[in-house]
Nanobody
Framework: VQLVESGGGLVQAGGSLRLSCARS??????????VGWFRQAPGNEREFVAG????????SYSDSVKGRFTISRDNERNTVFLQMNSLKPEDTAAYYC????????????????????WGQGTQVTVSS
């Protein structure tokens, strides 16, 4: 499974960005996977941001982004999105999407160690 993130960039505080995570192999989907977004700032550990179960039955956010970020998935487009609004300088980090195959429609993990597949990351920088 190869994941590709896009949509990062430089934005002023209060602005918005939408990140995308797509499975790059033609004809292969993310339907059987739960997907998470994580971020890592220099000197910090990788932290959970948001996750979505395979059929969207369960969605989870970290407390630091709840109410500002929205995760969604479009299985027909084979893509998972992270809409980020009201961005703050402390949101500055490299953002990674990750996937784990699952037979449960309601399960997702907030632990990075639970995921088998990772993208290369996209940088988000929020200026004050």
């Amino acid at each position: 499974v190869q994941l590709v993130e896009s949509g990062g960039g430089l934005v002023q505080a209060g602005g918005s960005l939408r990140l995308s995570c797509a499975r790059s192999q033609r004809g292969r989907t993310l339907e059987g996977y739960y997907v998470g977004w994580f971020r890592q700032a220099p000197g910090n550990e990788r932290e959970f941001v948001a996750g979505i179960s395979r059929n969207t039955a369960k969605i989870s956010y970290s407390d630091s982004v709840k109410g500002r970020f929205t995760i969604s998935r479009d299985n027909e487009r084979n893509t998972v999105f992270l809409q980020m609004n009201s961005l703050k300088p402390e949101d500055t980090a490299a953002y990674y999407c990750a996937a784990k195959q699952s037979f449960s429609t309601y399960y997702l993990s907030t632990s990075p160690g639970s995921y088998d597949y990772w993208g290369q990351g996209t940088q988000v920088t929020v200026s004050s």
